[in-house]
């Protein structure tokens, strides 16, 4: 696995400042646009980091997908969400059948929606259409153990570069990234607090639909985790094996790995109804 730390450490050594050149060249032409200038708002700032980041002043965004990382999460047995991890699975079937509301934007964006399943507690049928880089069945239990070790934790990374590479190759100018994991807004929240340093109670909400006493004791569970592992905001992989999610890892991969390709990324978040 030190190999796999290896490369992670290259993808990031090859991510590049943006190009302020493109970015000189972006800004001229909105000027000869025209239009009154700064009249098309955040629109224009978007257009001018989006050459930035490619390198050319008139990047094109002909060729798109949305990139959805599933995960399911071992603190879910303390009673975190108001859905069972079972659902995790049926909201990939949704997914495959196109009748998730990623589906309807992205076929609205000429997206291409691909779906990978890095830590389902579940084994999906063969024939689907999954990408399948199962970690595990899902995370430990992080009240009791780490969520994960730093291998695996180091594995969730370089899944995400090896799947954003994959569709690099086979032609993509601007990649969304999602999740889908019962429970995930628990990790989400512990890893916010690690790096904020805020209490808990500020970087924490409801989440799946729970009630305020599900939240306060949400928020118990994750000062708990946070209280035994003691994560190192300057060890990354180790906060991530602490309190996180291979889903969590695999975003950063996608990330990393489409900025040292000079494509641009952005987030979406797939949630089930009432989440």
Same mark, same amino acid.
């Given at each position: 696995?030190?190999?796999?730390?290896?490369?992670?450490?290259?993808?990031?050594?090859?991510?590049?400042?943006?190009?302020?050149?493109?970015?000189?060249?972006?800004?001229?032409?909105?000027?000869?646009?025209?239009?009154?200038?700064?009249?098309?708002?955040?629109?224009?700032?978007?257009?001018?980091?989006?050459?930035?980041?490619?390198?050319?002043?008139? &990047?094109?965004?002909?060729?798109?997908?949305?990139?959805?990382?599933?995960?399911?999460?071992? #603190? #879910?047995?303390?009673?975190?969400?108001?859905?069972?991890?079972?659902?995790?699975?049926?909201?990939?079937?949704?997914?495959?059948?196109?009748?998730?509301?990623?589906?309807?934007?992205?076929?609205?964006?000429?997206?291409?929606?691909? #779906?990978?399943?890095?830590?389902?507690?579940?084994?999906?049928?063969?024939?689907?259409?999954?990408?399948?880089?199962?970690?595990?069945?899902?995370?430990?239990?992080?009240?009791?153990?780490?969520?994960?070790?730093?291998?695996?934790?180091?594995?969730?990374?370089?899944?995400?570069?090896?799947?954003?590479?994959?569709?690099?190759?086979?032609?993509?100018?601007?990649?969304?990234?999602?999740?889908?994991?019962?429970?995930?807004?628990? &990790?989400?929240?512990?890893?916010?607090?690690?790096?904020?340093?805020?209490?808990?109670?500020?970087?924490?909400?409801?989440?799946?639909?729970?009630?305020?006493?599900?939240?306060?004791?949400?928020?118990?569970?994750?000062?708990?985790?946070?209280?035994?592992?003691? &994560?190192? &905001?300057?060890?990354?992989?180790? #906060?991530?094996?602490?309190?996180?999610?291979?889903?969590?890892?695999?975003?950063?991969?996608?990330?990393?790995?489409?900025?040292?390709?000079?494509?641009?990324?952005?987030?979406?978040?797939?949630?089930?109804?009432?989440?």
């Amino acid at each position: 696995m030190m190999a796999s730390t290896a490369q992670i450490v290259q993808t990031c050594a090859a991510i590049a400042p943006l190009d302020r050149a493109a970015m000189d060249a972006a800004r001229a032409r909105q000027k000869q646009l025209t239009k009154p200038e700064g009249s098309l708002g955040r629109l224009e700032l978007l257009s001018i980091q989006l050459a930035g980041i490619t390198g050319q002043a008139r &990047p094109q965004v002909e060729r798109k997908a949305v990139i959805i990382l599933v995960g399911d999460h071992g #603190v #879910v047995a303390e009673g975190v969400s108001a859905y069972p991890s079972d659902v995790t699975a049926q909201m990939v079937l949704n997914f495959l059948r196109g009748g998730a509301a990623i589906n309807i934007l992205a076929r609205q964006a000429g997206a291409r929606v691909i #779906v990978a399943d890095v830590g389902l507690a579940a084994d999906l049928p063969p024939h689907l259409d999954v990408f399948q880089y199962k970690i595990a069945r899902g995370t430990a239990n992080f009240v009791r153990q780490p969520a994960m070790s730093r291998e695996q934790a180091a594995q969730a990374i370089q899944v995400g570069i090896d799947i954003v590479a994959d569709q690099i190759a086979q032609g993509l100018d601007l990649v969304a990234t999602g999740e889908m994991g019962i429970g995930n807004t628990t &990790p989400a929240s512990a890893i916010t607090a690690v790096y904020t340093g805020l209490p808990v109670v500020e970087v924490t909400g409801h989440g799946t639909g729970v009630d305020d006493e599900g939240l306060a004791h949400k928020i118990e569970i994750i000062e708990r985790a946070l209280a035994r592992h003691e &994560p190192d &905001p300057a060890d990354p992989l180790g #906060v991530l094996a602490a309190v996180g999610g291979f889903e969590i890892g695999a975003i950063a991969g996608v990330c990393l790995g489409a900025a040292a390709q000079r494509r641009s990324w952005s987030m979406v978040l797939s949630r089930p109804p009432g989440r």
